[in-house]
C-alpha cells in the first residue's frame, strides 16, 4: 500500500511568517511530487511540482525534495490571510502505476492576520 | 491555459436516479482523464483513470456498473452514477493531464468539481 503522509494540522501561523508543510510518501521508486492547494468547498489547483533533490522555487512558494529520506516539503514566505487553506500532497507512483497520483490527506493552514 | 471545466457544479438527485457529470479540457488535448471523489474532512480518492477511446481502469472496490465512465473524445469525459444512493453523495472531480502521466513532468489539472446530492 504506497502511502503518503502529512500532519493534518491545523498549522497556525502569523501574517508574514514562514509557512512550513511536510510530507512524507512510502513509495522509494516515486519520481515526482506534487503541491496542490483546495480551499474549503472547492477542487485542488496546482502550486508546484517538483522531481529533482533539492529545491524549487516560485515566487513565495519553495519545495524541497529529498528523496534519501522520502521527504517533500513545502515553504512559504510571507504568509497572507489568503493563504489559508488545506494544502494537499501528491506523489506520482512508479512502475506500472506510474501515472496514477497519491494524495495525503492534507495540512489544515490558518494564517492570522 | 490548463482548464478543466465540469458540469453541474451541484446536483441534488432522488435515491435510485442516475446523474451524468461532464468534465472538459477547455485549452488542451486531454490524453487521460482521473475521476475522483472527495468526503468531507478527508483526501482525494482515485476511483478511475480514462484513456480516450478505450475502456476505463477502475480502482480497487469502485464498481465498474455503478460508476459508467465514457472518454468520447479527447476534450470530454462524462461519469455516470447509476441508481445513486444516499451513499453516494459526495463531491466528485475531474481532472486531466495532456500526457498519458508517465512522464514525470506530466500533472494534473482539476476541474472545479461536482457535489451530488442523494436524497
Known amino acids: ?113 | 491555459g490548463a482548464v478543466v471545466s465540469q458540469h453541474p457544479s451541484r446536483v441534488i438527485c432522488k435515491s435510485g436516479t442516475s446523474v451524468k457529470i461532464e468534465c472538459r479540457s477547455l485549452d488542451f488535448q486531454a490524453t487521460t482523464m482521473f475521476w475522483y471523489r472527495q468526503f468531507p474532512k478527508q483526501s482525494l480518492m482515485l476511483m478511475a483513470t480514462s484513456n480516450e477511446g478505450s475502456k476505463a481502469t477502475y480502482e480497487q472496490g469502485v464498481e465498474k456498473d455503478k460508476f459508467l465512465i465514457n472518454h468520447a473524445s479527447l476534450t470530454l469525459s462524462t461519469l455516470t452514477v447509476t441508481s445513486a444512493h444516499p451513499e453516494d453523495s459526495s463531491f466528485y472531480i475531474c481532472s486531466a493531464s495532456s500526457g498519458s502521466g508517465g512522464r514525470a513532468q506530466e500533472t494534473q489539472y482539476f476541474g472545479p468539481g461536482t457535489r451530488l446530492l442523494v436524497l
Open chain 1, 1 to 113: 500500500q504506497k502511502e503518503v503522509e502529512q500532519n493534518s494540522g491545523p498549522l497556525s501561523v502569523p501574517e508574514g511568517a514562514i509557512a512550513s508543510l511536510n510530507c512524507t510518501y512510502s513509495d522509494r521508486g516515486s519520481q515526482s511530487f506534487f503541491w496542490y492547494r483546495q480551499y474549503s468547498g472547492k477542487s485542488p489547483e496546482l502550486i508546484m511540482f517538483i522531481y529533482s533533490n533539492g529545491d524549487k522555487e516560485d515566487g513565495r512558494f519553495t519545495a524541497q525534495l529529498n528523496k534519501a529520506s522520502q521527504y517533500v516539503s513545502l515553504l512559504i514566505r510571507d504568509s497572507q490571510p489568503s493563504d489559508s487553506a488545506t494544502y494537499l500532497c501528491a506523489v506520482k507512483g512508479s512502475g506500472g502505476s506510474n501515472y496514477k497520483l497519491t494524495f495525503g490527506k492534507g495540512t489544515l493552514l490558518t494564517v492570522n492576520p
